[in-house]
């Protein structure tokens, strides 16, 4: 935790913010190994970035205050990443990521080739997103949250999973997409970029069908190559923001 991020929800009436979560406390007392009067970087959710000043602490909670320093800006143009269904420890790894870096908004949604059963994993449920999302977030210091949608509705005990719109059913010529295959072209080949923001697609294990890369064509979304080597879903995403991060330092 190089940040410690703060919900306005754990506001409480005296305007000091209340921690009860287990994991933050004992990283607080064990790893910082903080104590009354000291200070933590902090940041305050969607809003600013400062300083925690602890007033109390204990191993059930920590109270303290919170003095904002700068408002920092969202990233621009804006990166919205729609993900096809990845087994679920790749899918919290993607989810860190994104919280460190700052993306617009995170979707996750069925490819032709994605494995349904990975539907029935906790990690699409909503607070396990959050969570994930917010220690990406404390790790990178960003502290907008990224917006996220699933285009599916996980199964549950006695039900089967329902599908929403598929990737390639929600591409279309009125958004800037680009989808991430080896055979594309280099992210500097496809110059200009001259839009607010752009969505990013990435295909299941298997990679896209060659129907999916018909529809690609037919909407005229461009492929973007990261690597000459064969990448992880989360290497993937990885290797993308880190060289569109460089691009527009430079552009």
Do not use: C
């Amino acid at each position: 935790m190089n940040y410690l991020i703060l919900d306005p929800s754990q506001k409480t009436n005296s305007g000091e913010f209340k921690i009860i979560n287990q994991d933050k406390i004992i990283h607080i007392l064990k790893v910082l190994q903080k104590k009354e009067g000291n200070k933590i970087k902090a940041g305050l959710l969607n809003e600013s970035l400062g300083i925690f000043k602890i007033r109390n602490i204990s191993p059930q909670e920590v109270l303290g205050s919170y003095t904002p320093i700068i408002k920092p800006k969202r990233r621009s143009p804006g990166i919205n990443l729609i993900v096809s269904v990845q087994r679920p420890p790749t899918v919290e790894k993607i989810l860190e990521l994104a919280g460190v870096w700052g993306v617009q908004s995170l979707e996750f949604r069925l490819a032709t080739l994605s494995r349904t059963e990975y539907l029935t994993s906790p990690v699409w449920k909503e607070e396990n997103i959050k969570e994930k999302l917010i220690l990406g977030m404390e790790q990178g210091g960003n502290v907008f949250l990224p917006k996220l949608e699933l285009g599916f509705v996980p199964p549950g005990k006695k039900t089967s999973f329902e599908k929403k719109q598929s990737i390639s059913e929600i591409v279309s010529s009125s958004r800037k997409f680009f989808y991430l295959d080896k055979k594309g072209k280099f992210i500097q080949e496809i110059l200009p970029l001259d839009e607010k923001e752009y969505f990013i697609l990435l295909g299941p294990e298997p990679g896209w069908t060659k129907t999916e890369l018909e529809v690609f064509r037919k909407s005229n979304i461009p492929g973007i190559r990261l690597s000459s080597s064969v990448l992880r879903s989360e290497q993937a995403v990885s290797f993308f923001l880190s060289q569109w991060e460089k691009l527009f330092a430079s552009y």
